[in-house]
């Protein structure tokens, strides 16, 4: 906790809720469903499985509600959920909520015999995209032994995919006109205008980025 | 006094060849003149000369066992003078130990000449092949002489570095050039094939070559080998022999070698040690005697103990080799010159009020020199700049510290507070940084955002740790030339022209943008804070980057981990000294940042035109420091062409010399400069008028 000056003073029996979201899809095709993750914590680390919760969207209509579960996200004590979500109907990048109402919880050891957990809510973007009809193959080789690599990251925002053990990363894209960027740790991301007008193959060759040197 | 440091103090007074200092005959002529002066002089807090009970003496007393004060002693020595070093921390060699050995000269230099004839080193070490063609590897002292001092060489941050670079000195440094590299391998220093230049080390020929050890079972100076627990092991440990890891040489002399600064200080510690030099280790120079304060010779120096203690178990940290030393525990010793004394007792990188004399932002204390682990809280701190202006010295070159691209700039170096020096665990002093770093290369900066210390992104996190190189071989456009390599010529107006400029000029101002006032500032110093390097566990995972001790440490205060963006900041600002002031807005920063990556465009700062944008939302977050290094420092006192320190009216100091980073006059990146220095003090000290 923050002992500094500038911290309230925290009263026992209120304690700080924190939200987080992620793992949210960065391409939804319209009208599909989606997963993501939510996780919620208490800042005094009260056990919050089976507190509820709602995801709202851009005009605050609550989406789908969940409760927590016992289990903690890895290296955290984060409660972790994963929902399950329908995109909407129309293409747009829309901003929605996850929400935790504020709740109560009877106790025998804090002074007031209750503790409150506050109301809290964290927004995230939900990029909702047409079906996309065209795919681009890119092929990721390093730029001095034309060896594959895989792993690598492969972005025509808002799409992206992964290369596999061969350096192959398909992405299934709309119509348009994009920068595709491959980039991977220790080398120079690459970057390319590309205008998709079809199904198409591109080829990516990454330079070793050089060292700084020290002297 | 304990009987044990008695024994040893008079054994190092005996090994000094004592003479009495009131029969040398340095009262006589001053001594009515100590008597008028004295009171003022105490008031002002230096010495009076007549009262003094000198406790060591010797021909020469050198501040500073570094680049500077090494070669000096051994030169010194080698004329036949009697030699004392002290320096302020517990190990010699200075910033030279972690550097990277990297040795620019010329002039038609032995190593240049022995490229040029094919030919390899006596040991066989150097079997690779010659790097540059005869022709770049072909000139003479007055060619040198000419690039040091091409007044028309624009650097890329549109600086003319040479054009102020005192040409008495710059004749000397050419003249001198052969005599420092024959010296250097008569004292055990092997170096490899001539590749390249450094920075401001001319750009006509190349002139640099880099310093080597052989891996062999043992570490054995005279035979050039270093085991390989002595030269470290990648991503394990360094050694107390070799601070930094000693890098892969096969490119430069052959497979096995292994270079950096660690195989050109320790054997020229080994030669000093050898050659009779004693130190006096521990020992901090806090004041130059002079015979009056602006008038006569210098005399000697006054200096106390600086002792420095492990900070885990409280055990004093002992040098690496012992013969030679003086182990005195005196609070304050005096310590007689009867030649001369020379500073060489580094820059001013590390002393903020000092630097902030060139660019007030720099009061910054959080923001250290390299080495600052190694050097310990009083390296680089300008004492020897200092204690000379007290004696009434001159200072040269104030203004190279802006202009070239290291003096202060971003290594890139998470979560340590000394991100130039990455040491790594083996090093006694290796608990006082606690960390040795997270090195990111350029591109990983895609997966993270830079924060100041209220928690706002400043600059495009894609360009904070770009930086120019100074000029130097080969020149080209990127260099601040406009003709490539063998093309350049000197002298020619076209390097300084205005369309020249233009097409080359491309100062980084991420380092001006970090050191700026912001809302966190106050009153009076402005301070600008710290500033952290935001990222999440994806970008861990998704770079390969190692977050796990020795790279950060969960208690030195540079790196954090929380499950929220709002923990991160709370932890931030409990747990870091530096940070003063809440990260009121780190939360909402991230979380603009997302949209703008959901967004596809940072209207910011504009990111996502050359790398991918990604999002920092994935639990748990980190917070490492990403702090800038004030590396080197030009700008000192003023010395001549053999090295002595001259005072305001443009007059030498009798038995005063100085050189590298304490001396100033001459813009020059690397050892190179400081080596030449010491070689020529030592040599004219050695000879100086007796008092």
Redesign the interface.
Known sequence: ????P??PIPNPANHAV?V?????P?AIVVGEKFRMKV?I?C?NECDLANTEFGIFDESGTQVSVATLPAER?P????HVAEVELEAPAKEA?Y?WSVKVRSTSLKTNSEPEGEIVHAEES????V?VVGRPEFMVTVETVDAGDQRPLSGA?V?M??YRAITDEGGIAKVRVAKGTY?L?V?Q?????F?LPVEVEGDMTARAELDV?P????? | MAAKQKDRKRQGQKAVSRRDFVKSGAAAGVGAAVLTTSGTALAQGVSPVNAIRWNYEADVVIIGAGCTGLPAAIRARDLGASVIVIDQNFDPGGKMLH??G?ISLGGGDPLQKRDIEGKGDPEGFVTAPRQHSIAELTEDPDFLFRDHTDWSVMDAAAQAPYRYNERDLHRAYADNCYATREFLMANYVRMGRVSGT?GNGGMSRARRAVTFLMEGAATDIKKGTVSTKDAGVAGKSSSHFAPRLMEDGTMVASKGARTNGAALARPLEFSAREKGVKFILNRHMDEIIREQQFSGRVVGIRASYSPRFDPQNGAQLQSLWQNGNIDDRTETIYIRARKAVIIGAGGHGANPQFRSMFYPAWREPAFVSSGWALLGPRGQDASGIIAGMRVGANLAGMQQNLSYASTFHF??NLATRDP?T?MLPGHPTFSMRGSTGINL????Y?HLIVVNQVGKRFFNEMLI?TRQGGAAFPAGPGKGQPRKGLDHVQLDWRNASAENIRATYSEPNSIHAALAINEGSKAPDFLSGPIWAIF???AVE???WNIEPPFTSPTNGFFF?A??I??LA??I??GHEFQR??LTYLAETV?KW??FV???SDPEFAR??????H?I????FYAATLYPVWHDSYGGLRINGRAQVIDMQGEVIPGLYAGGESSGGGNQ??LGRALVHGYIAGTHAAKDGTS
Do not use: C
């Open positions: 906790m923050d002992s500094s500038e911290a924190s987080v979201a992620w793992d949210i960065s996780g914590k800042a996200w290296g955290t004590v984060l990048l901003t964290i927004n995230f973007g990029r990251r972005v925002h808002p920068k960027f980039s740790t220790r080398y120079v991301t970057g980025e060292v700084t040197e020290r002297n | 550097s990277g990297q450094h290594p890139g130039y990455d290369a350029n591109d990983s895609q740790t999440d566990r994806a998704r770079d390969h981990k499950d929220t709002q923990e709370a932890k600002r409990s002031v809440p979380a997302n949209s959901d967004k596809g996502g035109s050359d790398v991918p944008m999002r939302d994935t639990p748990p990146h690397g």
